[in-house]
């Protein structure tokens, strides 16, 4: 059976790309391990093809039985575009991923059948099912396999290799952050890989840069350990970055960042998402201080690290103020690149049904579900006051002049070749500011 996989092209964010095939497509290119992964856990005695639409133009005459497609809630009204022309063609078409998750009566208006939450057990049925033409119209979450038995990205389908890789760890995160949607789409399960075969990956991977898409690879400092003193020993020679939280870089033993440091890593991205405490407690990251930051980053810094910290403005206790402080408190730290998204929330996760509930989600065109527009009201400040007010902080963060001082300060911290991946995030960046906030 012939297997088409397809990865809607993304219109929003720092690794996205207006020109298929540009050199700025192969740099800041969009790595993406979902398909290759849903590739190996497909059985061997099928022929799978992987379209990535941020470089590759979909035929949608090509002579396949059956097509997934993965979709973001962004990526939704896309997605279903695709999924709607391959109907017409007379293909069988399965939708899975975060929105289809989340919203799988919709979703299932444009597609033969519905892959809810992760994809490890659900798959391989799907696709059995249809084969005995017994497909059914959804396939509820399912998350009881054994991952050490889930085989290797199949890298060998990526056609558009970009500059910087990924691999992923673990899946699942224990925490429930409100406006998070990792956790309504994997639940509390946290899967660990064995680490011998995260290390194999790692080497056979062709990239020399990666990022591990992890929720954070700091949840188990155990596994984490393990995994670096592994990569050590192997000597492989790889720069990479990786989620972490602000509550274990600060406060982890030395050995922890010694080891990181010395398994190649460059940059942790934290989400610090807001320097207002009250916030952080709404929100339920009680167990990130604010005014534990800046040590926390020293920290880092002095481990031969950059942070790359993560931002969101509209929360409830935001108002216009939140902006000015926001700025001159970053600035205080020291922070290398600066994420700024606008609070988006996503279905399926509790931000969305309390807000829902409150009569205050603006829009469903998941279009705009982009952390650059304003899709809900927000509680104390008009949205125009909230879009302007990041769109200021990006614009003065990634400045020509803070530019050229965050990159002397990476430099300085990292010493090494692999600081091109928090100088070239930075570039990223400010060349996505530019352009979704117009500046």
């Known amino acids: 059976m012939k297997i088409l996989l397809v990865f809607p092209r993304i219109e929003h964010g720092a690794l996205t790309c207006k020109d298929k095939g540009s050199w700025s497509s192969i740099l800041f290119g969009y790595p993406i391990i979902t398909l290759p992964h849903l590739a190996a856990i497909t059985p061997s005695n099928h022929i799978v093809k992987i379209v990535n639409e941020n470089y590759d133009t979909i035929d949608f005459d090509e002579d396949v039985d059956l097509v997934g ?25 399965v939708l899975g991923g975060y929105h289809p998750t989340a919203m799988p009566e919709e979703a299932k208006q444009h597609a033969d059948s519905i892959v809810m939450g992760m994809a490890e057990a659900n798959w391989p049925k799907t696709i059995n099912d249809f084969e005995n033409g017994k497909l059914k119209p959804i396939y509820e979450r399912d998350h009881d396999f054994d991952i050490s038995k889930v085989p290797p990205l199949r ?13 992923q760890t673990t899946r699942g995160c224990s925490n429930r952050c409100e406006f998070c949607a990792i956790s309504s789409f994997c639940g509390n399960m946290v899967k660990q890989r064995p680490v011998k075969d995260v290390v194999e990956e790692i080497k056979n991977m062709p990239n020399n840069l990666f990022i591990f898409h992890d929720p954070h690879l700091t949840l188990h400092r155990k596994y984490a350990m393990e995994l670096f003193k592994e990569m050590i020993r192997q000597k492989i020679h790889k720069g990479w970055v990786a989620n972490g939280t602000a509550n274990i870089l600060g406060k982890a033993e030395e050995k922890f960042l010694d080891l990181a440091q010395k398994a190649g890593c460059v940059e942790w991205f934290v989400g610090f998402e807001s320097v207002n405490q009250e916030t952080l407690n709404n929100i339920n990251k009680k167990h990130n201080k604010v005014e534990d930051f800046k040590k926390m980053i020293k920290r880092v810094h002095d481990h031969g690290m950059t942070i790359q910290g993560g931002i969101i403005f509209g929360f409830d206790e935001d108002t216009p103020n939140i902006f000015d402080t926001t700025l001159e408190t970053i600035n205080d730290w020291d922070l290398d690149v600066l994420e700024v998204n606008i609070l988006t929330p996503y279905p399926g996760t509790p931000l969305f049904e309390r807000l829902d509930r409150e009569g205050r989600i603006l829009t469903r065109d998941w279009s705009r579900y982009n952390q650059v527009d304003v899709v809900f009201k927000p509680n104390n400040m008009t949205g125009k006051e909230l879009y302007e007010g990041a769109r200021r902080v990006a614009k003065e963060f990634y400045s020509p002049h803070n530019i050229v001082k965050k990159l002397t300060q990476i430099i300085m911290t990292t010493k090494r070749f692999s600081g091109i991946i928090p100088s070239a995030t930075s570039f990223a960046f400010r060349r996505y500011y530019k352009r979704d906030f117009n500046f």
């Not at 979709?71 to 293909?91: L, N, V």
């Not at 056609?159 to 910087?164: D, L, S, V």
Request: glycine fraction near 6%; hydrophobic fraction near 35%; include cysteine.
């Open 155 to 167: 890298r060998d389908l990526i056609r558009h290799n970009p500059f910087i890789g990924a691999i």
């Open 69 to 93: 497609i993965t979709c973001y809630t962004m990526t939704a009204p896309r997605a279903y575009e695709i999924a709607d022309e391959f109907r017409e063609q007379g293909k069988t078409v």
